[in-house]
């Protein structure tokens, strides 16, 4: 597995489990990163020009169908009480795909309490009374059939998202926008968030191909060959 070697001139070389030709891995953890951010990337830099393809194709191709299948919404970053988004840990390996969902929670967490945009893409769902910009507050009542603007409640210089109601009294207001969203697409917010997952995951295989060199079979034991 990565079987590898030092060359003279200090760069580091795999042997191809195919024909044992070596393989410049040149800086191997730079390549290693490479592949994180965009898979297959590394194995390109490293010259593996075949395999870096197809890392790219196939891989960004099964995120991207998640995301299809999830209706744009099964990839995003929360962290906070009772709330967290522990799929992310698994997306977040295919890189600079995933980044704009940290962007996203940042900025909805944050100060300005809005995404880039007012883009919905890679938003985490509102808990019931979190507070948004007025601007995010119609844009959501704007564009999302299952969001009325009677869900937002003033909370100068904000907008609370379906409030709690005051103790004793009869909760009639909708369940939190996960909800709304497991609602929209059924089934399919499981299977997106699956693919998106895998995607990640395999990943990790091109990250640790990219920084040891190909896998190399199990040595034959001779005396078993022979018996």
């Not at 730079?30 to 891989?59: D, E, H, I, N, T």
């Not at 968030?193 to 040891?212: E, K, Q």
Request: hydrophobic share 45%; net charge positive.
């Amino acid at each position: 597995m990565g079987i590898s070697a030092s060359l003279a001139a200090g760069r580091i070389v795999a042997l191809s489990p195919d024909d044992e030709t070596p393989i410049d891995l040149k800086s191997p953890a730079v390549a290693a990163v490479l592949s994180w951010l965009v898979p297959g990337l590394g194995q390109l830099y490293q010259g593996r020009r075949q395999k870096g393809v197809l890392f790219m194709v196939s891989l960004l191709t099964i995120f991207v169908v998640g995301l299809w299948l999830g209706g744009g919404r099964v990839v995003y970053a929360a962290w906070k009480p009772g709330e967290k988004r522990w799929a992310f840990l698994c997306q977040a390996g295919i890189g600079a795909a995933a980044i704009p969902a940290l962007l996203q929670s940042w900025r909805l967490e944050g100060a300005a309490k809005q995404p880039v945009l007012l883009s919905s893409f890679m938003v985490p769902p509102l808990s019931r009374g979190q507070p948004v910009s007025q601007a995010y507050a119609t844009e959501l009542a704007r564009v999302d059939p299952d969001i009325e603007p009677e869900d937002f409640r003033p909370l100068p210089p904000w907008r609370q998202f379906r409030p709690f109601p005051p103790p004793g009294m009869l909760d009639r207001t909708p369940a939190d926008q996960l909800s709304v969203w497991h609602k929209q697409l059924g089934r399919f917010f499981e299977i997106g968030t699956l693919y998106t997952m895998l995607a990640g995951m395999l990943n990790a295989l091109v990250i640790y191909d990219a920084f040891s060199g190909p896998m190399h079979p199990a040595p034959r034991d001779e005396k078993k060959e022979k018996r």
